[in-house]
């Protein structure tokens, strides 16, 4: 019998609050790396509430044989635009003003957490993050774009080397070239000194 | 979504029309992911996982 709404050989993925034990499960979840602290904040205090009001998509990943609790992503509905633009438009002798909105619809990666208790148990167990990536996050995006144009899925990723790395050579997200991310993070100044890093795939 | 003390989250919306042009023509010039690649990539992790376990299975029933 097939468990939760998706499932591969290893793990099977549900909706947040679709276990009676999640609840619990959730309060055990550990991030060891640097960024681990919103990560585990975020779904301990924030994601059922989300959840509830709509604002966000939790995916909890548990292991097919053992229940346990193996990571959880989130996901939500983004774009990127332009400002609004005016375009004179020539019609025969005449011409008239457009007003223009230029946008790529995605979803954003919006927190993606692998559950440091659950590797701790299964040290020569490495890549976790692919297989949730290519069996469950894809594939529920993929679905949505079948419906709702959906051109692009992306992150914003904590400005480490590493991580960085990892999301562009493991995962197959791109960045944006060193200028644009420069005028990107000058937006933010002086509220940020430090600026997440945009990523995305083209889907 | 998780809070990252002190790292800001660029805003990618109601982007000045120069940086926003140059961002939007970079995002669809880009290829799509490679989902073959990242779909073996995936499989052979797996196997490793179920290989794995399989010899954990195997120790914990030749112990008891």
Redesign the interface.
Known sequence: MRKGILQ???FYCDHLGASCHDEHDVLNFSVDRP?G???V??VQRYAFSDEAFGV?RTYVVRDL?TSELVGYF?L?A??????E?EVEVQEGESKRTEILF?T?PGV?L??FAINSSYIKN?P?????G??I???FV?PIVRQVAENVAV??L?I?A??YDGLIKRYKD???F?R??E???H???K??KP??????A?M???? | ?????????????????E??????R???S??????A???E??EK??K???E??RQEDAQRNSAG
């Open positions: 591969g050989d290893f960024e602290f919103g990560l904040s975020y966000m044989q989130s939500k983004g774009l990127v635009s332009l400002n633009r230029d790529v954003e919006a927190n299964r020569s167990v490495k890549g976790i692919v297989v990536f290519q069996q894809l051109k692009i992306y914003f904590l400005p493991v995962y197959g791109e944006l070239g200028y644009d991310e005028e990107l993070h937006r933010l509220a940020y000194d430090q600026s997440c945009f995305y795939v083209v889907l | 979504m998780a809070e990252f003390e002190g790292f800001g989250k660029p805003v990618m919306t109601n982007l000045p029309r940086l926003g042009n140059s961002i939007i970079r995002i669809l880009t290829p799509r992911l490679d989902y690649k990242l779909k990539e995936a992790i797996e490793q996982m179920l794995l376990r």
